[in-house]
Every structure is written in C-alpha cells, then in structure tokens.
C-alpha cells in the first residue's frame, strides 16, 4: 500500500514561530499536496507540487511556503504562524498505486493521517 | 476554478436503510470524481471513484453515479451499518489536463442510528 507519513500527530506552537510539517510518500510518486480542514469548510487546497523543486499556490496559499527539495519529501512551512492558522492540516501524494480489486494499478491520491496544529 | 457543492452537511439514517450524498461541479473539464471517508483522528480514505467515461460504479454496498450533462454525481450507500459513521467528503479534479489537484466538498456527516 501507499503510505503517506506526516511527522507529527499533534503540535502547538506559539504566534510567531516558523512551523515545519513533514509529509513523506513511499510509492515515487510526482504529485504532492497540502490541504488544510476546518470545520464546515471542507478540505482547502494550500500548496501543491509536481514534480521536485516545483510548488504552485492552491486557493489559500498566504502564510504559507513549501519545500520539494527530494521527491519523497513535501514540506509545508508557516513563516510566522498566526492563531487563524490553528487547523487539521493534510498531506497527500496523486500516481499510479495497487488496486486490490484488480490486481493491477490505479491512479489516485492517498491522504496522511494529518497533523492538527494549534497555534496559541 | 473548479466549484463543488456537497448535500447535505448532515444525515442520520436507521441502521439498514439506505444513504444518498449529493455533490454538484462547476467545471466541464473535471473527468475523475473520487469519494472519501474519514473517521475521527484519521486522514481521508478512498472508497471510492468514478471516471467521466462511465455513468454508474458499484462497490458491495457503495455505488456512485455520475451525470455529465447536469454536473452532478451521488454516493449511493445501502443496507447501512453501524461503522458507515463517518464524514463523506466529495471530490472533483480534471487529470492529465495540467490541473491535477483535487477540489473538495464541504463533507457530509453521516450517522446511522442502530
């Protein structure tokens, strides 16, 4: 199975600090993405990335920043986190993985267990 | 860019009676329509997907259904159990036309009462 491994379950932070959230994908996947989940607003895109080196903004990119320095490794960073910043935050990688169904592969995304962050 | 609507936000049905979510896109070239369940302290969980070249997919006791023209696609869940407790959450994305990334609804919580 594909796995998608986000570093920390929990964390809280202070206002102003740099956050680091790690995402790591084990099926050399190219696609990778950051949404963030709040209550009745559903799961929004913050930054997602091709390919390494590559990122381009989703629909709620500000206060955020990422990195792709390695294929398997996506990292979401909040420069200077803010309370409205307090949220579930999910990573995901999109290719080619096992279809148990079938035998054979199908194209998807596979979704981290998330992070809940709590700025304070 | 792409647009889904999720209905309802909330369902509560008897246990071995059937579920229906309902979901609208805005974009005409969103071809892969994918549905997920998340359980509490989890991350989302494929269940499952439709593609725009078919209308109907079934799963056991899932079944998806897609209407190009009218822009809607629904969850079909029957003979439901106790464990369907969950958030549904709608998808929507148009592979292989640059734009992979995936637009969500707003998610469904459905209970079912035993």
């Known amino acids: 199975d594909v796995k998608v491994t986000q570093s920390s379950r929990y964390l809280v932070k202070r206002t102003g600090e740099k956050v680091f959230l790690e995402c790591v994908q084990d099926m050399d996947h190219e696609n990778m993405f950051w949404y963030r989940q709040d209550p009745g607003l559903g799961l929004r895109l913050i930054y997602f990335s091709y390919d390494v080196k590559m990122k381009e903004k989703g629909d709620i990119p500000e206060g955020y920043s990422v990195s792709r320095e390695k294929k398997e490794r996506f990292s979401l960073i909040l420069e200077s986190a803010s309370t409205n910043q307090t949220s579930m935050y999910l990573c995901?990688?999109?290719?080619?993985?096992?279809?148990?169904?079938?035998?054979?592969?199908?194209?998807?995304?596979?979704f981290g267990s998330g992070t809940r962050l709590t700025v304070v | 860019g792409e647009n889904v609507e999720q209905h309802p936000s909330t369902l509560s049905v008897q246990e071995g009676d059937s579920a229906v979510i309902k979901c609208t896109y805005s974009?005409?070239?969103?071809?892969?329509f994918p549905w997920y369940k998340q359980e509490l302290g989890k991350g989302p969980q494929l269940i499952i997907d439709?593609?725009?070249?078919?209308g109907e997919k079934k799963d056991q006791r899932i079944a998806v259904t897609l209407n190009k023209t009218a822009k809607h696609f629904s969850l079909h869940i029957t003979e439901t159990q106790p464990e369907d407790s969950a958030v549904y959450f709608c998808a929507a994305s148009a592979l292989g036309f640059g734009n992979e990334k995936l637009t969500f609804g707003t998610g469904t919580r459905l209970t079912i009462i035993p």
């Open positions: 995901a990688s999109r290719g080619a993985q096992p279809d148990t169904r079938t035998g054979g592969a199908v194209d998807g995304y596979t």
């Open positions: 439709i593609r725009s070249n078919v």
């Open positions: 974009d005409s070239a969103s071809n892969y």
